[in-house]
């Protein structure tokens, strides 16, 4: 251990040295030891490289911003508090973010998103993260962009979903234009793992006052529906998203959101009983709780909740219809 030590302390003292190669030696290195030693990580932030790291970020070098950024990442798995002391970490990992489109890396842009995800893991992180509404704007941004990276979308769409997890956050999402980004990606990516993500985000998104109104702008609850839809081929785990999104619809708005259910016809109530059959525990439940409203509290749905059984195919009247890394 005290060799790791005396090897980091040196690596360190390298970062802070007048040669650009010398230094870009030492990143390269310090890159290799986080990835491949996790004792590794607490001991580099103890040592001080922290600062260098975030300085830097704002980089003109591409290979120096890529290899800070991964170091950061790695360092983040096991000294979130390290990251979250140092005094103007958030601002470089934001300047990282707001110039995804220009001068960043992609590479340190897609490492940046995945740092504030594994952050916002520690649940005492997300109002802090969620308070920085430039980095907000540019994680909606980033998933905005039609040519961003896939990788960029999915690590974007990860973070967007740590901030989410806190309630207080759904507001300032909004008011970001997530909603718009979220269902647009929704309506036109193909990709699979992309929609899943999206649609994580849509529903915690949802679980806001504020949320009704800006689905109602983008026609999202019959995009939700739709999804539902047996003949779609969404995957499951869209589907439990997307009946989770109208459960807190339903929660937060009340009424209209059943009604405008209700008027899309009988393939939303065959769609959500298709989570009901083939979800999760976790997605069963909350399908059966938004049938529940949707079909009017009946009888055999207070007994399934009761009872905490779920009905039958027979019962249900089923018709035969498929680091978020």
Request: proline fraction near 3%; glycine fraction near 8%; charged fraction near 25%.
């Amino acid at each position: 251990m005290e060799v790791k030590r005396r090897t980091a302390r040196l690596l360190v003292t390298r970062l802070g040295s007048v040669s650009e190669q010398t230094r870009s030696e030492a990143l390269a290195e310090l890159r290799l030891m986080t990835k491949n030693d996790a004792e590794s990580r607490p001991i580099i932030a103890e040592a001080g490289a922290i600062p260098y790291l975030e300085e830097t970020l704002y980089s003109s070098s591409h290979d120096s911003q890529d290899n800070a950024a991964a170091i950061l990442l790695n360092i983040s798995i096991s000294s979130r508090t390290a990251l979250m002391s140092t005094r103007g970490l958030l601002d470089a990992i934001s300047h990282v973010l707001r110039h995804h489109a220009t001068n960043s890396s992609p590479l340190a842009v897609q490492s940046c998103a995945a740092t504030l995800h594994s952050l916002l893991v520690d649940d005492s992180y997300r109002p802090v993260i969620g308070a920085k509404r430039d980095i907000v704007y540019s994680l909606i941004e980033i998933i905005k962009r039609p040519n961003s990276p896939p990788r960029s979308v999915k690590d974007a769409l990860k973070a967007l979903f740590g901030i989410a997890l806190f309630p207080l956050n759904r507001a300032s999402l909004i008011d970001l234009g997530a909603v718009a980004a979220l269902f647009s990606l929704v309506l036109k990516d193909g990709r699979v793992g992309i929609v899943e993500d999206a649609t994580a985000v849509i529903a915690q998104i949802a679980g806001c006052a504020e949320s009704e109104r800006e689905f109602w702008k983008v026609s999202g609850v019959k995009v939700l529906v739709d999804l539902l839809d047996v003949g779609t081929g969404s995957s499951e785990r869209v589907k439990e998203n997307a009946v989770g999104a109208l459960l807190n619809l339903v929660s937060c708005g009340g009424g209209g959101v059943v009604k405008q259910v209700k008027e899309i016809g009988p393939g939303a109530v065959e769609g959500i009983r298709d989570v009901v059959e083939n979800g999760t525990a976790k997605g069963k439940s909350k399908a059966i709780a938004l049938l529940k409203i949707v079909e009017g509290g009946a009888k055999e749905w207070d007994f399934a909740m009761n009872t905490r059984e779920l009905p039958s195919v027979k019962f249900l009247g089923y018709m035969d219809r498929n680091k978020m890394e």
